[in-house]
Structures are given as structure tokens and as C-alpha cells.
């Protein structure tokens, strides 16, 4: 998306409003003198002009922010008992705002499904939980100050969504909602699976392994990618990446995208390096891995974006920079893509998050962590 230019009609407005204004002056002071007259005109177009530029905020348009900005799950009063650190009181099925939010974003989005309340969510309560009782130290304080909620639902229409909370017009936390059928794999065959759901069935396909083989389990798939989602609450809270609420964000002079984004959109690779990046769509099938794999992976390894998912926009890269550094950086956890060609590899490569393009980007990470 571009940002707008200010349209014609309301510049002639603007200057026939300046004239009107320094000729009522002019009758009511009676000035004489023409320098006068001419430097209190160049006055009044330096006060207007600064006024509306301050006026008009930079960056692309927001489609979400009145979504976010009106749903009561962003008020802090709608939370209690946050001091208790049980993770079972934060826990719910899908209640009435949490949909009505779900369908709101979704209506954005242009997306028809519609969500529902688990019919069992005990069992998937239990796994959740063995996610949240596994992370480090660092990490759990961090959740625990910041995630307030977690909601679980069937037919998300993705496999989960994040919000924030604010508390006087202040970003403290956020929530997540999961949709429990998508969550139905381990580990590694989740990542996989979400990987090679760029491209079309072919010849070749793609295996990652971010688990060794005892610990390649479902509640481990879940929270690789609640750690993906907590990556957006921590954006907003931290003030890492422009505010969700604001109606246009930009991402200029923001430390953590410089030289990387211009705008949630678009990277400053897309008409040199990488310039297949434009074309990557996850979980659209859209692309041949056979006539692009080459155009992708090796050129990914000279970039500073960690994973492919991490080069999808701006917001996904800061969150799975954030889930690769607890990963591969924290927690020293295996992760290594292989692409196969009848089962045998022909291409591998690792996590990029320990590589020297992404130096800001850790010590940024490593900030945050050791709070």
C-alpha cells in the first residue's frame, strides 16, 4: 500500500480559506503596508502548512485499527486475576467477543469463516498447558506479564490470531486465540506442513525438523507457535514496530526494520536481491517449488530474514526473528530445512537468526529477554 498524496480540491479550500482570513485581518487592522501584508501571508502558509502535516499521519493505512480499537478485549477491565500465575484461569473456549472480534478481522480480511467453541476443551487445555509450563524462565516471566488470555476455538480461518490490551491508552499485554484443528501435528511435521504450504504438489518438497525425535510433540508444535503469536504482543508493547492501533503505520527510522522494510509490505530487497519475495504467499499453493527453489532458499541464506515465513512482512518478521532466538539462540534447539527430491536431499540449510546480517536485530531480542 502507498501513502496518500494530499488531494487537490482540499489544497484550493486551503488557500482560499488563507485568503479570506488575511483579508478580514486587513479590514479589521487596517494595515498599509504591503511588507507587512506580505510577510504576515507567508506566515500564515508556514502555520497551516505545519499544522496539517502534523495533522497527517505517515505510514500505510490500518484496516485493523478500529477492529482492535473497539473490541472490549482490548480494555484491561475486562481481565481479573492476572496476579495469580495459574495458567488454567487464563484459559477459555471461544466466548461472544472473542468471535465477534474473530469475525470482525475476518470481514477485513475477506475471509467467511466464522468460528466455534471447542466441544472438548479439556483435552486441549492439557496440552496448552504442558506448552506454557516448558518455556524458560525468561520466556514464562515474559507471558506471564503480558499474555492474559488464551481462547481456543475450531474454524479460525487461520491457525491463530492475536490481540492487544491497553490500559489508559497504554499497550500493556495482549491475548491469542488458537484454532484447536489446525493444531493437530507434531512438531515437525506442523512446520513442514506450513512450509511446502507455499507451493504446489510436485516432485520436490520441503522437511524441517525444529524438535529432536522424543520431544516431537504436539504441545511442542503449539508452543513454537504461540511464541510466533506473543512475537505481536511484544512488537506493541515494547514499541518494537509501529502501534496496531495507530490508522497508518509506518516503519521508517523503526530500529529493528531499518534497511529491511519499507513498509509492512514491501522490503528493500524486493528489486535487487530477493526479488521473488513479492510472490511467496503462505498457505496458497501458488507457487512451483521445482522452477523456484533456487530463486529462494540460497539467495534467503545472503538476507537478513531468519526463515521464509520471517520475509512474509514486517510483523511476521520481527515475530519469527523473536521465536527463532528463544528457539535456535536461547534454548539451542535444532532447526534445519532439507528440500527433497525422491526423498533425498539436494539442498539444506539453518535457522538465520545467529548470522551477522541479523546483529541489531539479536541485540534488540536479547534486550527484551533480559528484562
Same mark, same amino acid.
Given at each position: 500500500?502507498?501513502?496518500?498524496?494530499?488531494?487537490?480540491?482540499?489544497?484550493?479550500?486551503?488557500?482560499?480559506?488563507?485568503?479570506?482570513?488575511?483579508?478580514?485581518?486587513?479590514?479589521?487592522?487596517?494595515?498599509?503596508? =504591503?511588507?507587512?501584508?506580505?510577510?504576515?501571508?507567508?506566515?500564515?502558509?508556514?502555520?497551516?502548512?505545519?499544522?496539517?502535516?502534523?495533522?497527517?499521519?505517515?505510514?500505510?493505512?490500518?484496516?485493523?485499527?478500529?477492529?482492535?480499537?473497539?473490541?472490549?478485549?482490548?480494555?484491561?477491565?475486562?481481565?481479573?486475576?492476572?496476579?495469580?500465575?495459574?495458567?488454567?484461569? =487464563?484459559?477459555?473456549?471461544?466466548?461472544?467477543?472473542?468471535?465477534?472480534?474473530?469475525?470482525?478481522?475476518?470481514?477485513?480480511?475477506?475471509?467467511?469463516?466464522?468460528?466455534?467453541?471447542?466441544?472438548?476443551?479439556?483435552?486441549?487445555?492439557?496440552?496448552?498447558?504442558?506448552?506454557? @509450563?516448558?518455556?524458560?524462565?525468561?520466556?514464562?516471566?515474559?507471558?506471564?506479564?503480558?499474555?492474559? =488470555?488464551?481462547?481456543?476455538?475450531?474454524?479460525?480461518?487461520?491457525?491463530?490470531?492475536?490481540?492487544?490490551?491497553?490500559?489508559?491508552?497504554?499497550?500493556?499485554?495482549?491475548?491469542?486465540?488458537?484454532?484447536?484443528?489446525?493444531?493437530?501435528?507434531?512438531?515437525?511435521?506442523?512446520?513442514?506442513?506450513?512450509?511446502?504450504?507455499?507451493?504446489?504438489?510436485?516432485?520436490?518438497?520441503?522437511?524441517?525438523?525444529?524438535?529432536?525425535?522424543?520431544?516431537?510433540?504436539?504441545?511442542?508444535?503449539?508452543?513454537?507457535?504461540?511464541?510466533?503469536?506473543?512475537?505481536?504482543?511484544?512488537?506493541?508493547?515494547?514499541?518494537?514496530?509501529?502501534?496496531?492501533?495507530?490508522?497508518?503505520?509506518?516503519?521508517?527510522?523503526?530500529?529493528?526494520?531499518?534497511?529491511?522494510?519499507?513498509?509492512?509490505?514491501?522490503?528493500?530487497?524486493?528489486?535487487?536481491?530477493?526479488?521473488?519475495?513479492?510472490?511467496?504467499?503462505?498457505?496458497?499453493?501458488?507457487?512451483?517449488?521445482?522452477?523456484?527453489?533456487?530463486?529462494?532458499?540460497?539467495?534467503?541464506?545472503?538476507?537478513?530474514?531468519?526463515?521464509?515465513?520471517?520475509?512474509?512482512?514486517?510483523?511476521?518478521?520481527?515475530?519469527? @526473528?523473536?521465536?527463532?532466538?528463544?528457539?535456535?539462540?536461547?534454548?539451542?534447539?535444532?532447526?534445519?530445512?532439507?528440500?527433497?527430491?525422491?526423498?533425498?536431499?539436494?539442498?539444506?540449510?539453518?535457522?538465520?537468526?545467529?548470522?551477522?546480517?541479523?546483529?541489531?536485530?539479536?541485540?534488540?531480542?536479547?534486550?527484551?529477554? @533480559?528484562?
Amino acid at each position: 500500500m502507498k501513502c496518500k498524496s494530499i488531494s487537490h480540491p482540499f489544497s484550493f479550500r486551503f488557500f482560499a480559506m488563507q485568503r479570506k482570513i488575511l483579508f478580514v485581518l486587513a479590514q479589521v487592522l487596517h494595515i498599509q503596508s =504591503r511588507m507587512f501584508l506580505c510577510r504576515l501571508f507567508v506566515l500564515f502558509i508556514l502555520i497551516f502548512e505545519t499544522f496539517y502535516s502534523c495533522k497527517e499521519e505517515a505510514g500505510d493505512p490500518n484496516p485493523y485499527a478500529d477492529v482492535l480499537s473497539s473490541t472490549p478485549l482490548s480494555k484491561i477491565e475486562n481481565y481479573v486475576g492476572l496476579e495469580s500465575r495459574d495458567w488454567s484461569s =487464563r484459559i477459555y473456549n471461544l466466548d461472544k467477543q472473542a468471535l465477534d472480534y474473530v469475525n470482525e478481522l475476518n470481514r477485513v480480511d475477506g475471509f467467511t469463516e466464522s468460528p466455534s467453541p471447542i466441544k472438548n476443551i479439556d483435552t486441549f487445555k492439557s496440552i496448552l498447558l504442558d506448552s506454557l @509450563s516448558s518455556q524458560t524462565l525468561q520466556v514464562r516471566s515474559l507471558l506471564e506479564n503480558k499474555l492474559f =488470555r488464551i481462547y481456543v476455538c475450531e474454524n479460525l480461518g487461520g491457525s491463530a490470531v492475536t490481540g492487544i490490551v491497553r490500559k489508559e491508552g497504554k499497550s500493556i499485554g495482549g491475548f491469542v486465540i488458537l484454532d484447536a484443528n489446525t493444531l493437530n501435528r507434531n512438531a515437525n511435521d506442523w512446520i513442514s506442513y506450513k512450509e511446502n504450504s507455499t507451493f504446489q504438489k510436485g516432485n520436490l518438497r520441503i522437511r524441517i525438523r525444529i524438535e529432536e525425535e522424543k520431544q516431537n510433540t504436539k504441545a511442542n508444535a503449539l508452543r513454537y507457535i504461540l511464541l510466533h503469536e506473543f512475537g505481536h504482543i511484544l512488537s506493541e508493547t515494547e514499541n518494537i514496530g509501529p502501534s496496531f492501533f495507530s490508522a497508518k503505520r509506518s516503519y521508517t527510522n523503526l530500529e529493528f526494520y531499518k534497511e529491511v522494510w519499507k513498509s509492512e509490505k514491501v522490503s528493500y530487497l524486493d528489486d535487487s536481491l530477493f526479488t521473488v519475495r513479492p510472490r511467496i504467499r503462505f498457505y496458497s499453493g501458488s507457487l512451483s517449488l521445482e522452477d523456484n527453489w533456487e530463486k529462494i532458499y540460497p539467495v534467503l541464506l545472503n538476507t537478513p530474514f531468519p526463515t521464509l515465513y520471517s520475509a512474509a512482512n514486517a510483523d511476521d518478521f520481527f515475530a519469527d @526473528s523473536f521465536v527463532s532466538y528463544v528457539h535456535v539462540v536461547l534454548e539451542k534447539k535444532p532447526w534445519e530445512l532439507e528440500i527433497l527430491k525422491n526423498d533425498k536431499p539436494i539442498f539444506k540449510m539453518g535457522n538465520g537468526i545467529t548470522t551477522d546480517s541479523l546483529e541489531v536485530q539479536r541485540k534488540i531480542l536479547e534486550k527484551i529477554l @533480559s528484562q
